[in-house]
C-alpha cells in the first residue's frame, strides 16, 4: 500500500487471529473500519494500495514524483510529451501519491493549469490525445479516489485512443472496481487474460498490482497461488504437439530435484512421480515462478493460470486438458491438490513456456534440467 495509509489487511490479521474471511464479511469490516479511523487515513482499496511505481524507481522522474510528492512543471511537462512511455507515465503519476497521507487532493488541475492553462474541467476531451486523456484521468482518479465516477469518462476514452494497451486497460478496470469493489477482481481478471493487449507495463509493477488485488477473491480457497513473479517480458514460442509431450521419467522410490537454467528450485512440497502415468509433477507456483511467469488461482472456475508474455495458460484442477491462449489440449496426467499445493506436469507446463526440458538419473536422484 501507499505510505501513510492506514492497513486493513493489518488489522485484520491482527484481530481476526490470521483467518480469511470470506469476499462480503471483508468488505463489511472495511466499512465498520472506515467509521473507526481517523480522517486522514483511509482503508485499503483498489486505488490507494496498488503503488506499482516501485517498480520504476529505476527511473529519475519516477523517483522524482516519489521523493517530492507533488505536481511540478518538469513532472507535468514530461506527463505531456508523448514520447515518454504510457507506463512510465502512469508510474510517474502513482508515484506522486506515495509518499502521503490520503486525502483529496488536486494535481490534476495543478497539471491542467502547467499544460493548458485552464483547469480540467475546461478542457475540450474531443481535442485531447489517448495519453492526455490517460494522464488527467489517473491523476483525477488519485486525487478524488472516493469519487471514481470522476475520473472514469476520461479512462474509458483514453482506452478508446489506445484500445491495446495493457497500462489504459488495467487502470480502468482498478476504476470501476472502486466503485464495485465486489467486482474488482473479475474486471483484473479480464485484463489478464486479453492476449489482445500489449504488455507495455513491466512484469514486477503487474505483480505489485495483483498481489494486492487478488485479495478480493475468495482467500481461503486461493492464498497460496498469489505469490507473483514475473522477471522477463520475453515472449516464448508456443510449444506444438503437445499431445505427444510424454515424461520419460519412472520410478516409484526415486527422489527429483529441479534446475531452472543452473538454479535449484526449491519447493515446501516436495515434487513427485505420478506412478500411475509415469509423469513429473511439481507445485505450480514454484515452478511458475523460477519459469518467470505470473501466477493466479480462480475459484469460480478452480483453474490455475501461467502468463509469461503473449502465452496465457490455465489447467483446470483435477482435470485431463489444459489451455493454451484458449485451444484446449490433452493432458494425461491432471494437475491434482497434494498437502494444499497444486501440481502440475513439469514437461507440460515447461515447454509450453518454451523451455526444454532434460531429465538425468544420477544414482538414486533424479535430476531435471529446464532451460531455455
Known sequence: MFAGEFSMGALFNTYLGGFFVRPFARLF??????????????ADSPVTSTPFSNAYLDQPIVEEA?????????????????????AIKAAVINALYNQQVWSERNQADIYAKYIYNKSVQELDMNTLSGEELYCLGYLTLLDQYRAPQKAIP??????????????????LAIARGQESWQDIWPLTAAVM???????????????IIFSYLSLYQDASEQSEYLEQSAKSTQTFGQANDMKNIIDIITGEETAVTVYCNGLKINYDVPPVLDNSTNRTMVPFR???EALGALVWFDASSNSVYGRKGQILLRLPVGENKAFINGQQVALDAPSKITKKRTLVPLRFVSQALGYQVTPRLDGEVLNVYISN
Do not use: H, R, W
Request: hydrophobic share 40%; glycine share 2%; net charge negative.
Open 66 to 86: 516519489k521523493n517530492f510528492g507533488q505536481m511540478t512543471k518538469e513532472i507535468a511537462e514530461y506527463l505531456k510529451d508523448s514520447g515518454n512511455p504510457l
Open 286 to 288: 514454484k515452478t511458475f
Open 193 to 207: 487474460e486479453d492476449l489482445t493487449l500489449n504488455q507495455d507495463m513491466k512484469p514486477e509493477a503487474v505483480e
Open 29 to 42: 469490516l472495511m466499512f465498520l473500519c472506515l467509521l473507526i479511523v481517523p480522517p486522514l487515513a483511509y
Open 154 to 171: 476520461y479512462l474509458e476514452a483514453a482506452l478508446n485512443k489506445k484500445p491495446t494497451s495493457f497500462t489504459a486497460s488495467i487502470t
